[in-house]
């Protein structure tokens, strides 16, 4: 039976290089693509330029991308594979943005699915309460948080202040009666009639 080959011939190169140097290519008899990566990843790179350049944008300087890294478009920054999400159906098996973008294009898209709003209003909202959370006023506000049932945003809170109002099922009377419970007036029920209590309102 003959050895599976560990080489290839790059088609547009020439080199042979070792078969990780190949993406995926399930069309292929070999499984491979023609081309290596990086003779794609040239191709694209010029491809890109000469689409910029036919709407009359100003086309990028060519960077040197060493071997096991890659370009991020959205950045800008060069950065190691393992800073990239893996993306079967790309064809050098990576994402097209590294992970910090797609956070941060993830982070916006909650905000704005969520809460309606944009980064630059949740950065207005904080920056209107002095950068600081806007029930505590101690910690750093991290979470927008708003009314479940009109889906009002009413402020940004840090994590423990808004996982408190969550606690206290967003009920102001508990909130009050919470305060007031801290501040040393216990709200005792009131006996209305036999086995019938009412709270304070």
């Not at 890109?48 to 800008?76: I, N, T, W």
């Not at 920054?77 to 590294?98: F, I, Q, Y």
């Not at 402020?155 to 419970?181: E, H």
Request: net charge positive; glycine share 8%; proline share 5%.
């Amino acid at each position: 039976m003959a050895e599976e080959p560990n080489s290839k011939q790059c088609t547009k190169c020439a080199r042979e290089l070792p078969l990780a140097a190949f993406a995926r290519d399930k069309n292929r008899r070999d499984g491979l693509q023609a081309h290596c990566r990086e003779c794609v990843a040239e191709y694209s790179a010029a491809h890109y330029r000469r689409r910029r350049e036919a709407m009359g944008k100003p086309g990028r300087d060519k960077v040197e991308v060493p071997a096991g890294h890659q370009l991020c478009r959205m950045c800008g920054e060069v950065k190691p594979h393992s800073e990239w999400h893996r993306n079967a159906t790309a064809s050098d098996g990576l994402s097209t943005r590294c992970k910090a973008c797609r956070a941060a294009e993830g982070r916006a898209h909650h905000l704005k699915r969520n809460y309606g709003l944009t980064e630059t209003e949740r950065d207005a909202m904080v920056a209107s309460q002095y950068g600081l959370c806007a029930i505590c006023l101690a910690a750093p506000p991290a979470h927008v948080d708003h009314c479940h049932k009109t889906g009002r945003v009413r402020g940004v809170l840090c994590f423990n202040c808004n996982s408190a109002i969550g606690k206290l099922r967003d009920d102001p009377g508990a909130a009050r009666r919470a305060a007031a419970y801290l501040e040393g007036n216990l709200w005792k029920p009131t006996l209305v009639a036999p086995g019938v209590y009412q709270l304070p309102s």
